[in-house]
T-cell receptor, first 116, second 114 residues
């Protein structure tokens, strides 16, 4: 089954304790992306990657890191989480289409992070 | 940062009515996608529009891309309770600086009352 998986689904942590949210896709997609979704602010792109070893900042990259060492995985790293990073996080993947840019984005189930 | 303004932000109507959701920007997009999101789940793609002036239909949903590729609309005919959800537009653009990012609007919360 074609899917994007994220782990963990729920996480409660404390300020300053490093954490990693994993994301994996089995569709051989080139494009992967991380978003955070907050009430009243919508979905905002944190980082994206056009292919292995190619990553770029989105609209809200501060406080986050990513890596793309393999095509299927795109982990999101919070080196020193702070309460303002409490949010619902989505990972997504899509193919890159020459005519349209990117194709349909397939979203993971989301990770609800609370930083105390 | 490119902005996509969606309106209305909230809409509650009776079953059987028609409605239109708008997605506007001052920027040109290579393509524009519409997604629908249910509570507790990730967004799911409804349609992608690419060509200026393009119109796509998905059953009772009609999507239009503006001639200048800066705006789009979603029209629902005879809305049903099953249409209830968060509707999101997302624009993709190529930039000379290498910023091939996707920008989402803040969404339209749609409630269709039986």
């Amino acid at each position: 089954e074609a899917q994007v998986t994220q782990n963990p689904r729920y996480l409660i942590t404390v300020t300053g304790k490093k954490l990693t949210v994993t994301c994996s896709q089995n569709m051989n997609h080139e494009y992967m992306s991380w978003y955070r979704q907050d009430p009243g602010l919508g979905l905002r792109q944190i980082y994206y990657s056009m292919n292995v070893e190619v990553t770029d900042k989105g609209d809200v990259p501060e406080g986050y890191k990513v890596s793309r060492k393999e095509k299927r995985n795109f982990p999101l790293i919070l080196e020193s989480p702070s309460p303002n990073q409490t949010s619902l996080y989505f990972c997504a993947s899509s193919p890159i289409l020459s005519s349209e840019g990117i194709g349909e984005q397939f979203f993971g189930p989301g990770t609800r992070l609370t930083v105390l | 940062t490119q902005l996509l303004e969606q309106s209305p932000q909230f809409l509650s109507i009776q079953e059987g009515e028609n409605l239109t959701v708008y997605c506007n920007s001052s920027s040109v997009f290579s393509s524009l996608q519409w997604y629908r999101q249910e509570p507790g789940e990730g967004p799911v793609l409804l349609v992608t529009v690419v060509t200026g002036g393009e119109v796509k239909k998905l059953k009772r949903l009609t999507f239009q891309f503006g001639d200048a590729r800066k705006d789009s609309s979603l029209h629902i005919t005879a809305a049903q309770p099953g249409d209830t959800g968060l509707y999101l537009c997302a624009g993709f653009s190529h930039s000379g600086g290498g910023a091939d990012g996707l920008t989402f609007g803040k969404g339209t919360h749609l409630i269709i009352q039986p």
